[in-house]
Nanobody, 127 residues
Framework: QVQLVESGGGSVQAGGSLRLSCAASGYTYSSYCMGWFRQAPGKEREGVAAICAAAGSTYYAADVKGRFTISQDNSKNTLYLQMTSLKPEDTAMYYC????????????????????WGQGTQVTVSS
């Protein structure tokens, strides 16, 4: 099993930046892709960014492309989401997730493609 723990959330003003971290432990070698999702009150969980090392690919939702960057530090077994130019619309609970096989590539931002989830970290962006 893979355990994921997010950190780095907080409150910032519009235009500010945050870096989210997701520390992974357990059988992390089984993770084919990792991703960041977010969920705002009253809305569905949506994919934000994903990285698939085996496929050598990164993916971004249209509304965050150019503002957010997903990366991994393999030596630390940590996933990051660098968020810049934050907008109030980015306010949500952010979750990291891991997919254990390449089937996730059929729909990279489908939550059902991910097998392990962190507890979430809150990001609040004020106007």
């Amino acid at each position: 099993q893979v355990q994921l723990v997010e950190s780095g959330g907080g409150s910032v003003q519009a235009g500010g930046s945050l870096r989210l971290s997701c520390a992974a432990s357990g059988y992390t070698y089984s993770s084919y892709c990792m991703g960041w999702f977010r969920q705002a009150p009253g809305k569905e969980r949506e994919g934000v960014a994903a990285i698939c090392a085996a496929a050598g690919s990164t993916y971004y939702a249209a509304d965050v492309k150019g503002r957010f960057t997903i990366s991994q530090d393999n030596s630390k077994n940590t996933l990051y989401l660098q968020m810049t130019s934050l907008k109030p619309e980015d306010t949500a609970m952010y979750y990291c997730a891991a997919a254990r096989n390449r089937n996730v590539l059929r729909d990279i931002f489908s939550p059902s493609g991910y097998n392990y989830w962190g507890q979430g970290t809150q990001v609040t962006v004020s106007s």
